[in-house]
Structures are given as structure tokens and as C-alpha cells.
């Protein structure tokens, strides 16, 4: 089943119980959560062909963070009986669920130290890479439509500084700056960019 979601559209909220395997078809969406003072605070960017969920329909747990569709988006939704007869009857099934979790987890123990480490041009650089993981979305190519306002958001950062580092990143040869969207000149130099 296909749903269509308008931008700023939660499409999931935390304590929210789902009943589906989630994948990314177009557009972008935040995986985050709002603090109880109301900051707003990004775990990941989800682009197309990334697909998740799959934790809290394991665990048969509600939802722990929001999900958020930062531009118009199209997602793809499997059923819980299908995904759970996939899980007892396909081992490439299993063993892609256990590579996505592993590299979710590499991810986000990176993150931790990125955010600990690094500095602006850093966390920028290194969000930016995150979207483009051949195993979490490994359909996307080397360009995505993105603005700079939500890479902003995914690393952390206020538009103008987003806009700033966009700029020193291009200066790099790392990325090409294209109206509304980037495209990567340097996969593994932006992964390791502010070292």
C-alpha cells in the first residue's frame, strides 16, 4: 500500500503503535523527537529506498520517536502479517533485517561521536554522507533533492550556517550545490571530513 504524506505532516508520533514496515519511495522524512522544553531534536534523515519500522514491530512496542515528512512524500507500507511471515520464512529476509540494524547501529553510535567531536562543518558533512548509505538507501544514487534548511535541521544547524559550510564543502570538490538539491562529487572525503 502506498501513502502520500504533505510537508511538516507527522506521519508518526512517539507512544504511536504501527502495524507496518516502512519504506521511503520519494521526498525525504525526520526521525526525531520534540524535548519537553520543545526543542526539536533530529535522530536521521530518511531518503528514498531507506526502509524502517522493523524495531518496533519486533519488539511489538510503540513507537519511540516521531516521524516527521520534511517535503512532500511517498511511502510504501508492508503489513505485519507479511513482514512477519518473511521473517519466519526467508533467511535473505533475516539477513537483511540484521544488516540494517547493524549499520543503524554503526550509524548512530557515529552520530554520538560526531556530535561529541566535531565541529559544525563536521556534522554537516558527515549528516550529509548518512543519506547517502548504500545499505540503509540503496537506491539513492548521488544526488538528492534537499534544501538547505533541512540539511540544517538533520545536522543541527541553522540554515545560514547549513548554507556556509554547503558552500565550503563545494569549495572541497565534495559536493555539487544544485538549486534545491546536492550532488556527491566524494562519497568517502565528505564521510570524513572535519578529522
Given at each position: 500500500m502506498l501513502r502520500t504524506l504533505e510537508p511538516g505532516t507527522y506521519f508518526i508520533h512517539r507512544g504511536d503503535r504501527i502495524d507496518n514496515w516502512i519504506g521511503v519511495v520519494s521526498g525525504m522524512l525526520r526521525l526525531g523527537s520534540i524535548t519537553t522544553s520543545g526543542k526539536a531534536v533530529t535522530y536521521a534523515g530518511l531518503p528514498p529506498s531507506?526502509?524502517?519500522?522493523?524495531?518496533?514491530?519486533?519488539?511489538?512496542?510503540?513507537?519511540?520517536?516521531?516521524?516527521?515528512?520534511?517535503?512532500?512524500?511517498?511511502?510504501?507500507?508492508?503489513?505485519r502479517s507479511t513482514f512477519f511471515w518473511l521473517f519466519e520464512n526467508s533467511v535473505a529476509f533475516d539477513r537483511l533485517l540484521v544488516r540494517l540494524i547493524n549499520e543503524r547501529l554503526g550509524q548512530f553510535i557515529a552520530q554520538v561521536e560526531h556530535d561529541r567531536t566535531l565541529d559544525s562543518s563536521g556534522k554537516v558533512a558527515r549528516s550529509l554522507a548518512s543519506l547517502f548509505n548504500p545499505v540503509i538507501s540503496p537506491f539513492v544514487g548521488s544526488h538528492l533533492d534537499i534544501s538547505q534548511e533541512e540539511i540544517g535541521l538533520l545536522a543541527g544547524v541553522s540554515r545560514p550556517v547549513a548554507n556556509r559550510i554547503l558552500q565550503e564543502l563545494e569549495k572541497a570538490g565534495l559536493i555539487r550545490n544544485e538549486g534545491g538539491g546536492v550532488t556527491i562529487r566524494d562519497l568517502e572525503k565528505l564521510r570524513g571530513y572535519g578529522e
Open positions: 531507506c526502509w524502517f519500522g522493523e524495531g518496533s514491530l519486533l519488539k511489538d512496542e510503540p513507537r519511540q520517536y516521531d516521524v516527521l515528512a520534511l517535503r512532500r512524500t511517498q511511502v510504501a507500507l508492508l503489513n
